[in-house]
């Protein structure tokens, strides 16, 4: 089934060109100029992903994302900025975006974050293991950052050189380790334990 979009940004040639690059591949059901719009149209049409921008008119990114888990708990929420402010990543992950994208990425992980993001569900604030900090080793840790940073399997093989499947051993130790279900769970862990440097 193909997923629904949302596209929030205030700069009308940003959306477009965001627009002809996933258009194909899914269905766009509203652009938003502000946080304002955003809500409304989720709201109004529930859909899938909202891809939202951090700096706009109205509402800010934290606002709109409390009040779209409010309203449309089944969307999921990628954040799209040039920002890289770990501070403003832990806020905006606490508040309910289920990842971030910079806007620099290419159209092919684009896609690929799209057809796999999740609405964040439950609860945020439960204890998170204590020997996390002790058990993951540095490269695990490097591998959640760039899970955290949106990077697929493929990109953190190429960029680590090491194979794909080595990627998924890591991950799948990451997930044993932190008690995680899935890759928004583990860097949502990780961002609590304060093990993410941005």
Known sequence: MTRRIVLAD????????????????????????DGDEAIALVEREAPDVLLLDVEMPGSSAE??????????????????????DAVLRRRLLRAGASAFADKSIDDRSLRELISSVRPVSGVTDEPEPASATRVLTDRELQVIGMIAHAYTNREIS????????????????????????SRIDAVRKVVRLNLLEG
């Open 63 to 84: 606002q709109t994302l409390g009040r779209v888990r409010r309203r449309s708990p089944s969307t999921a929420v990628i954040i799209l900025t040039m920002h890289t």
């Open 158 to 181: 190429e960029r680590l050189n090491i194979t794909e499947g080595t990627v998924k051993r890591h991950t799948s130790n990451i997930y044993a380790k932190l008690g995680a279900t």
């Open 10 to 33: 205030d700069h009308s040639l940003f959306r477009k060109g965001v627009r002809a690059l996933i258009e194909p591949h899914f269905l766009v059901v509203g652009e938003a100029s």
